[in-house]
């Protein structure tokens, strides 16, 4: 049996979970995610892979809803990468700072719990942070290593069809 899940889409847009044979809805989909199940959802007729269209849409559910995590400003921002020779570094960029994210806000929390009973928690937060500084410092420092070597990499074709020929 393989460990990922799958979920087939229908021509009729509806969605069928084969590990529990019944149709689910995005709210479900976006349960698996929370629950971190992996899984894959395959269109019925074609055979492709469309899980990240799916998950677009759950996000696109949930930015509809309340609080959402992504301003105008930033959607603006992610859409003019699109086609842009940085599209993939964008890409690495905020995959690492939102693993990074996540891991750091596991730590935070665990420090937390730990530091709760302690007599001093000012202390405490402010030790927290000092420690999670120089990590963000690493990640924008690896991002413009990257910018530099990605500029690099375009002008280097400018630059050789500049040189006179001799």
Same mark, same amino acid.
């Given at each position: ?42 269109? %019925? ?119 006179? %020929?001799?």
């Amino acid at each position: 049996m393989s460990d990922v899940r799958i979920i087939k889409k229908y021509p009729n847009r509806r969605l069928y979970d084969t590990e529990i044979s019944r149709y689910i809805t995005l709210e479900e989909i976006r349960q698996l995610v929370l629950r971190g199940e992996e899984f894959q959802v395959v269109d %019925k007729r074609t055979g492709n892979d469309i899980t990240r269209t799916i998950l677009l849409q759950v996000i696109s559910e949930q930015e509809e809803g309340g609080d959402p995590i992504f301003s105008t400003k930033v959607l603006r921002n992610i859409i003019r990468f699109y086609g842009d020779s940085m599209q993939n570094t964008m890409s690495s960029y905020l995959e690492l700072s939102l693993e990074f994210f996540s891991e750091q806000q596991h730590q935070f929390q665990d420090r937390l719990r730990r530091l709760l009973g302690a007599n001093n928690p000012l202390a405490a937060l402010r030790e927290i942070s000092q420690h999670q500084l120089p990590l963000w410092r690493s990640v924008r420092r690896e991002f413009i290593r990257n910018l530099g070597r990605e500029k690099r990499r375009q002008d280097a074709p400018e630059q050789n069809s500049r040189k006179p %020929k001799k």
